[in-house]
């Protein structure tokens, strides 16, 4: 099978977003006078359930019971907390201070080359997505994509396939002709379940994650530079993940079903 499409995640993807992330919360837990702060540990465990809202609402019934009853009287509230989140992340990123990953705009700029067509499948909203493209390749690189299936586009977010399968509808492709790019269990079993091969770039949060069923898992796309590690998977004999190499391994394990 020829690949023809790449479907990127953006958070842990596209760039190490989760710090910023979590620096957003804590922001908005003060402001609101919550003694709440979610250290990296604390973090790591909550990023197990996708969607800042539903990791919100999480954290009060595991973490801080006491104020259940706060926040099951007024639902709103935490939309309104979760709406000044994404303001204070989308502010932060838009910066810049927040870069692309090792590898991603060289992998960009091949696929483009070399007519892959490109789609983003995120759990986040539409906004900050448009914001980290602003602070890293440009609000008009986003054009390049073909597909953008966004987290407020959808009824339910990673592990459900509704991400994945909306931006295969957008690229009107099957799955067997695209390949997912991914950080996490949870994105991976979107994927799967969406009937794509995914290749895995772990990070912080998630290297000790099972990746059972991955194409590959690696540190990084890597750089000419700056090589790359190979977690599991096939041996690349090459410093990064370029697009030749990429079809290769997309199409021997395609081959091999």
């Not at 801080?64 to 989308?90: C, E, V």
């Not at 810049?96 to 909203?125: D, F, H, K, Q, Y």
């Not at 890293?136 to 509704?162: C, I, N, Q, R, S």
Request: charged share 25%.
């Amino acid at each position: 099978m020829e690949l023809k499409a790449l479907i990127f995640d953006v958070d842990g993807t596209l760039a190490e977003t989760e710090e910023a992330h979590r620096e957003a919360f804590n922001l908005v837990f003060a402001e609101n006078g919550l003694n709440w702060r979610w250290d990296r540990k604390l973090y790591g465990k909550l990023l197990e359930i996708t969607g800042g809202k539903e990791r919100m609402r999480h954290f009060v019934n595991t973490y801080s019971p006491q104020d259940g009853a706060r926040f099951a009287a007024d639902d709103a509230l935490i939309a309104a907390m979760h709406k000044r989140k994404t303001q204070i992340y989308t502010d932060l990123v838009r910066t810049g201070e927040v870069p692309l990953r090792p590898g991603v705009e060289r992998l960009i700029r091949e696929a483009r080359a070399a007519g892959v067509r490109l789609a983003i499948s995120t759990t986040t909203n539409l906004l900050p997505l448009q914001a980290l493209f602003e602070g890293t390749l440009g609000l008009e690189a986003l054009d390049g994509f073909d597909a953008v299936a966004a987290g407020d586009m959808v009824a339910h977010k990673k592990p459900a396939p509704d991400l994945y399968l909306l931006a295969l509808e957008e690229l009107d492709l099957p799955a067997e002709n695209c390949l997912a790019l991914e950080d996490s269990r949870n994105g991976l079993v979107s994927a799967q379940a969406a009937g794509l091969e995914t290749l895995i770039t772990v990070n912080t949060y998630t290297q000790e994650q099972d990746f059972s069923g991955a194409l590959g898992v690696l540190s990084d796309l890597g750089e000419p530079d700056s090589p790359m590690r190979v977690l599991s998977g096939p041996d690349v004999d090459a410093a990064c993940i370029g697009i030749g190499i990429l079809e290769t391994m997309f199409e021997a394990q395609r081959a091999g079903q």
